[in-house]
């Protein structure tokens, strides 16, 4: 079946820190790889994504490189800053032709930057 | 970009009673939204996939009777949690697939209390 399997956190950084939260997934197919991220009491952002093998994705300073050979997308940031502390989610769209497209997402990672 | 919005944004309600959440996708066209349920400091479990103008098809372990999804138009879905009980507290979120892109877009959630 298809699963994502994140760090587990929270995780605690001083700013300007680096940042690497592990995500690996199991898949068939050559399935979408996402990261999300969620505020205090909010609904989930799109940070970014990859849609086949070696894509990087990247926005706001982070990036994640799809690695089939490792089934992996960390996601980085090289300098991390106090408005990043939110809940980071990585998740999964599996290739299907027809069908829903579910998401399927890990477990969450909680991050917090301290000043 | 796109979005998609949610109403209400909070609901406290009494046991036994019912609530209505609405999830309405504002410039685009959504054949397809997803439901989503949220514990406190956990991931998102998905509830139910609607679809328009047919019914939704619900995951493992989800009453059906208890959460009752309506995908009347393009652009609206809504998700009525029947005779609530405080168990039933939650963040529920929803998201709606773009039926041009294939982009799933999430809404900012709803907090639901049952008193």
């Known amino acids: 079946g298809n699963s994502v399997t994140q760090m587990e956190g929270p995780v605690t950084l001083s700013e300007e820190a680096f940042l690497t939260i592990n995500c690996t997934y199991t898949?068939?197919?050559?399935?979408?790889l996402f990261w999300y991220v969620q505020y205090p009491g909010e609904g989930l952002q799109l940070l970014l994504k990859?849609?086949?093998?070696?894509d990087k994705g990247s926005n706001k300073g982070f990036e994640a490189t799809y690695r089939k050979e490792t089934t992996s997308f960390h996601l980085e940031k090289g300098s991390v800053q106090v408005s990043d502390s939110a809940v980071y989610f990585c998740?999964?769209?599996?290739?299907?032709?027809?069908?829903?497209?579910?998401?399927?997402f890990g477990q969450g990672t909680r991050l917090t930057i301290n000043p | 970009g796109a979005v998609v919005s949610q109403h209400p944004s909070w609901v406290i309600c009494k046991s036994g009673t019912s609530v209505k959440i609405e999830c309405r996708s504002l410039?685009?066209?959504?054949?397809?939204m997803f439901w989503y349920r949220q514990f406190p400091k956990q991931s998102l479990m998905l509830m139910a996939t609607?679809?328009?103008?047919?019914?939704?098809?619900?995951e493992q372990g989800v009453e059906k009777d208890k959460f009752l999804i309506n995908h009347a138009s393009l652009t609206l879905s809504t998700l009525t949690v029947t005779s609530a009980h405080p168990e039933d507290s939650s963040f529920y979120i929803c998201?709606?697939?773009?039926?041009?892109?294939?982009?799933?877009?999430f809404g900012p959630g709803t907090r639901l209390t049952v008193t």
């Open positions: 998201s709606a697939k773009d039926r041009g892109t294939y982009e799933q877009y």
């Open positions: 898949a068939t197919g050559y399935p979408s």
């Open positions: 990859a849609t086949k093998a070696d």
């Open positions: 998740a999964l769209r599996p290739y299907y032709a027809q069908g829903a497209q579910k998401l399927v």
């Open positions: 410039d685009f066209q959504a054949t397809t």
């Open positions: 609607s679809n328009e103008g047919s019914k939704a098809t619900y």
